[in-house]
T-cell receptor, first 116, second 118 residues
């Protein structure tokens, strides 16, 4: 069965600290996609990144970076020099390839609070 | 280009009432999805559609129905509302051309509908 685990329920940091959000996934598929979404207090889901299973290169986008390691089935997300506006719930998700439906399996989410 | 729109934003239902949650996308996406998000939890898939006229069940379909008569619209119907259906409902869409999993595009979400069943 496919599963996404975000073991950190809540994280609280002070502004300008670096913070890493963990994501561990389980799948028997050899081809899959991993995603990170942000859900700010306003409630919408904002797409952050997509990574396919054949691309293990780390990615950096501004203050955001992602570390994908197939050997440990992890896809961790780091925010450098956190800001108050980063306060949100962050979801890691795995796409399911059975039947080529593209369905997403979400982790439970990590609530990040950045204090000024 | 509005993306994915959902109506209503918020609704209170009495037990046993019915309602339809509307979802429309203007991106010509072939795949559409309905998820629900319970408090403190991730999203769970209710139903999905890979194209007009084709729908299938997700992880938690009981108590819901869907239809997909057009590419743009994917309404979710609640029959006989129950307190367990109190949740936030998200509609999403994506484009997947023929060619298999390597071509899957990102799912984009609507703003959500908050439903309270009392």
């Amino acid at each position: 069965a496919q599963k996404v685990t975000q073991a950190q329920t809540e994280i609280s940091v002070v502004e300008k600290e670096d913070v890493t959000l963990d994501c561990v996934y389980e799948t028997r598929d050899t081809t899959y996609y991993l995603f990170w979404y942000k859900q700010p207090p306003s409630g919408e889901l904002v797409f952050l990144i997509r990574r396919n299973s054949f691309d293990e290169q780390n990615e950096i986008s501004g203050r955001y970076s992602w570390n994908f390691q197939k050997s440990t089935s992890s896809f961790n997300f780091t925010i450098t020099a956190s800001q108050v506006v980063d306060s949100a719930v962050y979801f890691c998700a795995l796409s399911e390839w059975g039947g080529n439906t593209g369905k997403l399996i979400f982790g439970q989410g990590t609530t990040l609070q950045v204090k000024p | 280009n509005a993306g994915v729109t959902q109506t209503p934003k918020f609704r209170i239902l009495k037990i046993g009432q019915s309602m339809t949650l509307q979802c429309t996308q203007d991106m010509n996406h072939n795949y559409m999805y309905w998820y629900r998000q319970d408090p403190g939890m991730g999203l769970k898939l209710i139903y999905y559609s890979v194209g007009a006229g084709i729908t299938d069940k997700g992880e938690v379909p009981n108590g819901y129905n869907v239809s997909r008569s057009t590419t743009e619209d994917f309404p979710l119907r609640l029959e006989l509302a129950a307190p367990s259906q109190t949740s936030v409902y998200f509609c999403a869409s994506s484009y997947s051309p023929s060619g298999g999993p390597m071509n899957q595009e990102t799912q984009y979400f609507g703003p959500g509908t908050r439903l309270l069943v009392l």
